[in-house]
T-cell receptor
Framework: DQQVKQNSPSLSVQEGRISILNCDYT??????FLWYKKYPAEGPTFLIS?????DKNEDGRFTVFLNKSAKHLSLHIVPSQPGDSAVYFC??????????FGGGTRVLVKP | EAQVTQNPRYLITVTGKKLTVTCSQN?????MSWYRQDPGLGLRQIYY???????DKGDVPEGYKVSRKEKRNFPLILESPSPNQTSLYFC?????????????FGSGTRLTVV
């Protein structure tokens, strides 16, 4: 049973518009929530994270929102750029340092 | 440069032929882990290590072994590879109970077992 789900396998957006990626989780005991970005032939790289005690964290064009009551995490990218085209994974961290990942969402930003 | 180095990047092998994928990090991280990436399943943890000589199973450990004799190295061993182990493998490291930035990943090893 998947603890972390990204229900949209792909997303296409026009350059300059907003990209919204969603992630749902099942366990309320997770203490950190993270987003990773992955380009082809490279390893995932850390993008942004949020602690379970917050509901929003912003870093430049990237904002992560956490809705604990709904067990829902989202990533907003504004404005989207062609270089943002990649696969995005959400991940949750519980005690013991383990990261559990969602299935990923492939984002295509069209010029 | 702080990094996690995996070798080889690509590997094609035959069923049953033992192989080792190496992983090394230069950040003095205590925690290291192996993941495999499969379409639609994201990254699933195979094994992890919290420090030298301390290893434990992740979510999909069957058919794999690991060792942690030195802090910087964490090799993944497939004693008798099978086609269902064809996958993209990633090694990762982090400070144990570190900050919220999670792991640093290697560039990946694409393994094909025929």
């Amino acid at each position: 049973d998947q603890q972390v789900k990204q229900n949209s396998p792909s997303l296409s957006v026009q350059e300059g518009r907003i990209s919204i990626l969603n992630c749902d989780y099942t366990n309320s005991m997770f203490d950190y929530f993270l987003w990773y970005k992955k380009y082809p032939a490279e390893g995932p790289t850390f993008l942004i994270s949020i602690s379970s005690i917050k509901d929003k964290n912003e870093d430049g064009r990237f904002t992560v929102f956490l809705n604990k009551s709904a067990k829902h995490l989202s990533l907003h990218i504004v404005p989207s750029q062609p270089g943002d085209s990649a696969v995005y994974f959400c991940a949750v961290k519980a005690a013991g340092n383990k990261l559990t990942f969602g299935g990923g969402t492939r984002v295509l930003v069209k010029p | 440069e702080a990094q996690v180095t995996q070798n080889p990047r690509y590997l094609i092998t035959v069923t049953g032929k033992k192989l080792t994928v190496t992983c090394s990090q230069n950040m003095n991280h205590e925690y290291m882990s192996w993941y495999r990436q499969d379409p639609g399943l994201g990254l699933r943890q195979i094994y992890y290590s919290m420090n030298v000589e301390v290893t434990d199973k992740g979510d999909v450990p069957e058919g794999y072994k690991v060792s942690r004799k030195e802090k910087r190295n964490f090799p993944l061993i497939l004693e008798s590879p099978s086609p269902n182990q064809t996958s993209l493998y990633f090694c990762a490291s982090s400070l144990y109970m570190g900050r919220d930035y999670g792991y640093t990943f290697g560039s990946g090893t694409r393994l094909t077992v025929v």
